[in-house]
């Protein structure tokens, strides 16, 4: 489990072919003494297990369902991925809860610089839409955003300048590609009350106090 709050850039100095995935390589700007093999590690979202740790350059095996749901698959050597270690009980939540099993894949529509802010615009997969509220949470490369706005697949956000710093959003252009975690409690209540709005779909009713109370929410 993870928080969406990058602790660092890291590098990848190594990519092989294995078994229909991939090994990867990833040299992370933190220590990795508290770090043992078997840990899970966040990289650009994706929650990976380190299979090797030599000095600050950790490995991790990504299998061919992870390379079909994320950006992994286009990542060449020197490439840039934003790393968080998973969460200790006791920690801080200073962002949302993240597990890093990514979604899907979204696309970068527009920049927009405004003084030392940035507009972001990201285009999602249609399928995400009704997970999606104004002010909720999502994580888009690993890293967790506020929803300011949004209009059908299209979501905006305001990039603050610690997060432009210590991430790799700085780096993004349109037409780039990111890993899509929807927040997980949104996933959850839609799955919970989905069969409830599918009854209102299906009687042509509305959803109000009567209908609520029909259904024992109170």
Same mark, same amino acid.
């Given at each position: 489990?993870?928080?969406?709050?990058?602790?660092?850039?890291?590098?990848?100095?190594?990519?092989?072919?294995?078994?229909?995935?991939?090994? /990867?390589?990833?040299?992370?700007?933190?220590? #990795?003494?508290?770090?043992?093999?078997?840990?899970?590690?966040?990289?650009?979202?994706?929650?990976?297990?380190?299979?090797?740790?030599?000095?600050?350059?950790?490995? /991790?095996?990504?299998?061919?369902?992870?390379?079909?749901?994320?950006?992994?698959?286009?990542?060449?050597?020197?490439?840039?991925?934003?790393?968080?270690? /998973?969460?200790?009980?006791?920690?801080?939540?200073?962002?949302? #809860?993240?597990?890093?099993?990514?979604?899907?894949?979204?696309?970068?529509?527009?920049?927009?610089?405004?003084?030392?802010?940035?507009?972001?615009?990201?285009?999602?997969?249609?399928?995400?839409?009704?997970?999606?509220?104004?002010?909720?949470?999502? /994580?888009?490369?690993?890293?967790?955003?506020?929803?300011?706005?949004?209009?059908?697949?299209?979501?905006?956000?305001?990039?603050?300048?610690?997060?432009?710093?210590?991430?790799?959003?700085? #780096?993004?252009?349109?037409?780039?590609?990111?890993?899509?975690?929807?927040?997980?409690?949104?996933?959850?209540?839609?799955?919970?009350?989905?069969?409830?709005?599918?009854?209102?779909?299906?009687?042509?009713?509305? #959803?109000?106090?009567?209908?609520?109370?029909?259904?024992?929410?109170?």
């Amino acid at each position: 489990m993870f928080t969406g709050l990058v602790e660092g850039i890291g590098k990848i100095v190594s990519l092989q072919s294995y078994r229909g995935g991939l090994l /990867a390589e990833i040299s992370a700007p933190f220590s #990795l003494k508290d770090t043992r093999v078997g840990d899970s590690v966040s990289v650009d979202g994706i929650c990976l297990t380190i299979t090797e740790i030599r000095g600050s350059n950790f490995k /991790a095996h990504l299998s061919p369902e992870t390379l079909s749901k994320t950006t992994f698959k286009y990542k060449h050597l020197g490439d840039f991925v934003n790393l968080e270690r /998973a969460l200790r009980f006791g920690d801080r939540l200073g962002g949302h #809860l993240v597990s890093g099993h990514v979604d899907g894949i979204g696309k970068i529509l527009s920049i927009t610089p405004i003084e030392d802010f940035w507009k972001l615009r990201v285009e999602i997969p249609a399928e995400f839409v009704p997970y999606i509220v104004k002010k909720g949470s999502i /994580a888009i490369d690993g890293v967790s955003l506020t929803i300011n706005d949004f209009r059908e697949r299209v979501l905006e956000f305001m990039l603050i300048p610690h997060t432009l710093k210590v991430t790799t959003l700085c #780096l993004k252009k349109p037409g780039d590609l990111v890993n899509i975690e929807i927040d997980m409690i949104a996933k959850m209540v839609y799955k919970w009350i989905s069969p409830y709005l599918e009854n209102l779909e299906t009687t042509k009713r509305r #959803l109000t106090l009567e209908f609520l109370k029909e259904q024992g929410f109170f």
